[in-house]
């Protein structure tokens, strides 16, 4: 299938109580185990690449390559820009091809959030490509974006439906306490605030931070109407590991890259499919 957009691929994730998987891929490899699963599984996915990712393997590789893999399969496949605090490189990714991107004006104050969103939404939709805004500051390390505890702020949801109103964004980040990368302690989730922000809109929401939040957690999130899961550094983590504990068990005699990389699709492969389950995206493809 064509690479489909993030509003086509949520649009019944609310009716349906399920998230679709969002996995941040840094290569050829890990996309390629995230993908395996999700035909395996039946699974709709959703394939990001961060600023630093798309400009390591390139803008138009990156389209390239995932393009690729979605047309070799019949399941959706949404291609997305994660956390773009750069507007110009945003809008390069979009003319590239992506078919989703985040625009993260999330560390400005609200009127200013409104109208970097605004803007860039109404440029990518000239291009039939999605848009995702924070609202609210999640905490934690993105890559070059750091957010520590004092600067993290859970989002206001009296504030959602202006945001949404005014941005015309198709999915909404919100901060509800998971964090970026590894946890140092155990997340508390505020529940309470999800429920009454999925009140307020029907915008889809998003959780980032997905490393760390317990099983229980996750389903929670998802029976009160999470639509997107966003998870990245647990992937980055057994992608190293998969190459290292293959390469010290045969360290002088491999030569052959194929012989150890083929551990990052399996490692990535069973993540990814615990996720799908979770999430209850298995079979909704
Ligand atoms: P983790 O790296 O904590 O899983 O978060 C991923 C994320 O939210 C990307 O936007």
Do not use: W
């Amino acid at each position: 299938m064509s690479l489909v957009t993030l509003k086509e691929i949520l649009k019944e994730t609310r009716e349906k109580k399920y998230a679709v998987p969002a996995f941040n891929f840094n290569g050829y490899e890990d996309a390629q185990g995230m993908m395996n699963s999700a035909l395996r599984m039946r699974s709709p996915i959703i394939l990001m690449a961060s600023m630093g990712a798309a400009r390591y393997i390139g803008l138009k590789q990156t389209v390239g390559m995932i393009k690729g893999m979605a047309e070799s399969v019949d399941i959706p496949v949404c291609l997305h820009l994660d956390h773009a605090t750069d507007a110009a490189f945003l809008k390069e990714a979009v003319v590239a091809g992506f078919t989703s991107v985040m625009i993260d004006a999330s560390k400005k104050d609200f009127k200013e959030n409104i109208e970097i969103t605004k803007e860039v939404a109404a440029y990518a939709k000239k291009f039939g490509c999605s848009v995702e805004a924070e609202l609210g500051r999640i905490g934690g390390r993105e890559e070059e974006i750091a957010v520590d505890d004092a600067s993290s702020a859970l989002t206001d949801p009296e504030r959602v439906p202006e945001f949404v109103e005014k941005t015309g964004v198709d999915a909404l980040a919100v901060a509800i306490g998971t964090a970026h990368g590894f946890y140092k302690s155990t997340p508390k989730l505020d529940f309470e605030r999800l429920r009454k922000i999925a009140e307020l809109t029907s915008c889809p929401l998003v959780l980032h931070g997905g490393t760390g939040v317990s099983e229980t957690d996750f389903q929670t999130c998802v029976s009160l109407g999470m639509s997107k899961i966003n998870v990245g550094t647990e992937f980055k983590a057994a992608y190293t590991n998969a190459i290292r504990d293959a390469v010290a068990v045969n360290e002088t005699a491999e030569v052959d890259p194929r012989n150890y990389m083929k551990y990052v699709k399996t490692k990535c492969e069973e993540i990814a499919e615990g996720k799908m389950r979770l999430f209850h995206s298995a079979g909704m493809a």
